[in-house]
């Protein structure tokens, strides 16, 4: 396995508040900021720390890349970093990993792409779950990290393609288990379907995502199915798989998919550039920016939903009309 030990890059005080988001940057529960950039070394994790102390770790071999996509992710039960990126576009891209994890680096390593197939999009969750069993009277915990990751997959043309999944387990270190790496596509889930046609430019539709449902918890993922002319949210479950080394009984989770919700696939709605709001119940708006106004969809089960718009002026600034409209799952 390729490695190289973490460079520093510098070390400084700084006293500047930050707030997350999503893709480039990271904020962990206990305060730490993260957030990955190009640089003329390569890609830099910045990692800000709760006593405002910084470090940067240089990702080797990116030295001269055009990475899009870019997104980090924490461990946070190890501090293990994750980034992913891609590199090219089409037929020539391919999507990259490399992790952070005990001081040295791993990767990066191609996961999809080169093989005659067309890949975009990616994206990256990391989970932790925790079950109690009991066994003989004794209470049992088992816990396991995962780091899920998303990414859009054709052959042809993105109408026949699908999003994939893979759910790879952490070590005790935060090491990805490589060997598990097992992807699986998330279209033709269902045992039947309704026809697709009419989608006339999908490029903004191949776009799945990950996020957690803020009611339960669990995570989902949000993703088109063009063979049955869908968007699925499909909830990330799990379970104990039991099995024997020798006479040792062990345990590991296992990752299921569970449907929460099919809704018909509006060929109006512009994924590539649109934000997915969900709310409770799992209720989504998904919104994105006109010339002068905020367009919107209330993801419905009952039908095609109509591309609505709120338009900004008049008192109402761009950043109000975002607000109104995530407020529509509150």
């Known amino acids: 396995m390729r490695g190289a030990r973490a460079t520093l890059i510098a070390i400084l005080l700084v006293g500047m508040a930050v707030t997350a988001s999503a893709g480039d940057m990271a904020l962990t529960r206990n305060g730490e900021f993260y957030r990955v950039a190009p640089s003329d070394d390569g890609l830099v994790v910045n990692h800000r720390f709760t006593d405002g102390t910084v470090a940067a770790y240089l990702i080797p071999q990116t030295a001269g890349i055009t990475a899009t996509s870019v997104q980090v992710g924490v461990d946070e039960q190890t501090g293990a970093i994750f980034v992913i990126w891609q590199t090219g576009e089409d037929f020539n891209a391919v999507i990259h990993i490399a992790w952070l994890a005990n001081e040295w680096w791993r990767g990066p390593y191609p996961i999809a792409g080169g093989l005659g197939t067309a890949v975009e999009n990616p994206q990256m969750m990391i989970d932790r779950v925790v079950t109690v069993v009991e066994d003989d009277d004794e209470l049992i915990e088992v816990a396991t990290s995962f780091l899920h990751l998303v990414w859009w997959e054709y052959a042809e043309t993105r109408e026949d393609g699908s999003a994939l999944l893979a759910s790879i387990p952490l070590d005790e270190n935060g090491t990805p288990q490589i ?10 889930l269902l045992p039947y379907g309704i026809g697709c046609e009419g989608i006339d430019d999908a490029a903004g539709l191949a776009h799945p995502k990950v996020f957690v ?11 088109t199915d063009f063979s049955n002319c869908l968007f699925q949210i499909l909830k990330i479950e799990y379970d104990i798989d039991e099995y024997w080394v020798g006479d040792t009984k062990r345990r590991r989770h296992i990752v299921l998919l569970g449907h929460t919700s099919m809704i018909a696939t509006n060929p109006d709605i512009f994924l590539a550039s649109a934000k997915v709001e969900v709310g409770h119940g799992l209720d989504v708006v998904m ?8 367009a919107y969809v209330q993801l419905d089960e ?14 109402l600034t761009r950043e109000q009309a975002i607000e109104m409209v995530r407020s529509l799952v509150h």
Do not use: R
Not at 287 to 294: L, R
């Open 179 to 188: 060997d598990d790496f097992q992807p699986i596509a998330l279209s033709d």
């Open 213 to 223: 449902d803020p009611q339960s918890g669990a995570p989902h993922i949000f993703a």
């Open 287 to 294: 919104y994105w920016d006109t010339e002068d106004a905020v």
């Open 302 to 315: 009952n039908g095609i939903p109509p591309v609505q718009s709120l338009a900004y002026g008049d008192g």
